[in-house]
């Protein structure tokens, strides 16, 4: 199966990235550029942004879920901007329709999303954002966007995989930031650290002498019953894979095999035969993801008959400290009120 990033960005010494240096520069500069000279247009209500330093995946949607669930405690409408990544939806602002949108329509991140609120999948996150309230909505959640979105965040909070952290620390594309360490550090507000592990060591120092708050973040498994002591095949088309099979291992599963498949795959009715045969020959149960299983729902009919027999692992998050998530929504209406009232 197809690898999500070149192993060597996770390599601390690596001649190709060395060599990719001079295009890295390059990136950066623009990426830079985009960042601290680029306008931001405001709107009338608080904007948070779940976002990371890194391409790849980090657990944004699951923050960005328990975001919203501490806006709704509050009291209040929230509502999501994201681009809809993997998705065919036109440059128009497109609000999502649970039940009717496809995931290779509007992307499979904004209907787990939509589960928790209104969603607007749009390129333009100004344009969405008044979508959002027309719709009703009084505080944004944007997932992902930090770097290039062209509107005003009154809070940003950045999502590190504790096992990953940030690789060999190096701009695209010699390494997975999406601009300079420092460049990004100076627009974070906070770093939420998923996972337990020590590869975000080094990060966390750094955000430390920057003045950043640290909070951490712990995968807790829903439904883990239904495969512990159970021999099974997990497989996964999301940023990180292997950091779902450990979760199936914790929940007390025998992993006998695992399959990674790139971020946003859409499984074709070949690997979904290949699975097939593997389950029946190996005596295997299959486990995936929500975010496979909403791809698949909307995937060939091979694939949404293949999804009917397996176990789709659902989890949230645990936030350390306690209520960190009714803070931070606290924080972000604080900000925006002195932003509309100075």
């Not at 060597?8 to 601290?36: I, Q």
């Not at 003045?211 to 883990?224: C, Q, S």
Request: glycine letters at 10%; aromatic letters at 6%.
């Amino acid at each position: 199966m197809v690898g999500n990033a070149p192993d060597f960005w996770w390599e601390e010494r690596s001649w190709k990235a060395l060599a990719l240096t001079p295009a890295a520069l390059a990136y950066d500069a623009v990426a830079r550029r985009r960042m601290v000279q680029a306008p931001r247009l405001p709107v009338p209500i608080p904007v948070i942004c779940v976002g990371n330093f890194t391409v790849g995946g980090t657990g944004k949607t699951p923050v960005a879920v328990e975001i919203a669930k501490a806006a709704k405690a509050r009291g209040l409408n929230p509502g999501f901007l994201t681009r809809g990544h993997g998705g065919t939806v036109g440059a128009l602002p497109h609000i999502v329709k649970p039940g009717r949108d496809l995931a290779r329509h509007v992307g499979d991140e904004p209907l787990l999303l939509a589960e928790h609120g209104i969603v607007c999948v749009s390129r333009d996150r100004h344009a969405g954002a008044q979508r959002l309230l027309a719709r009703g909505c009084d505080f944004a959640i944007m997932d992902d966007g930090f770097q290039s979105a062209r509107i005003h965040i009154d809070y940003a909070l950045q999502v590190v995989d504790a096992v990953r952290g940030i690789g060999n620390g190096k701009v695209l594309p010699a390494g997975p930031l999406r601009a300079s360490l420092s460049t990004q550090m100076r627009f974070t507000d906070a770093l939420m650290v998923t996972g337990k592990g020590d590869g975000a060591t080094a990060l966390i120092r750094m955000a430390a002498r920057a003045a950043k708050p640290v909070y951490h973040a712990f995968v807790e498994p829903m439904n883990a019953e239904s495969i512990a002591g159970k021999r099974v095949l997990a497989f996964a088309g999301i940023g990180h894979p292997p950091k779902f099979f450990e979760t199936v291992k914790e929940c007390g599963a025998d992993l006998v095999q695992a399959d990674s498949f790139p971020d946003h795959h859409g499984f074709t009715d070949t690997e979904i035969a290949e699975l097939g045969e593997t389950l029946e020959r190996r005596g295997l149960i299959a486990v995936t993801t929500a975010k496979d299983a909403a791809r698949m729902r909307s995937g060939s009919k091979a694939a949404q008959a293949f999804l009917t027999h397996c176990v789709v692992l659902d989890i949230c998050l645990r936030f350390d400290p306690a209520g960190i998530a009714e803070r931070i929504v606290g924080e972000t209406i604080a900000r925006a009120q002195r932003r509309r009232f100075p």
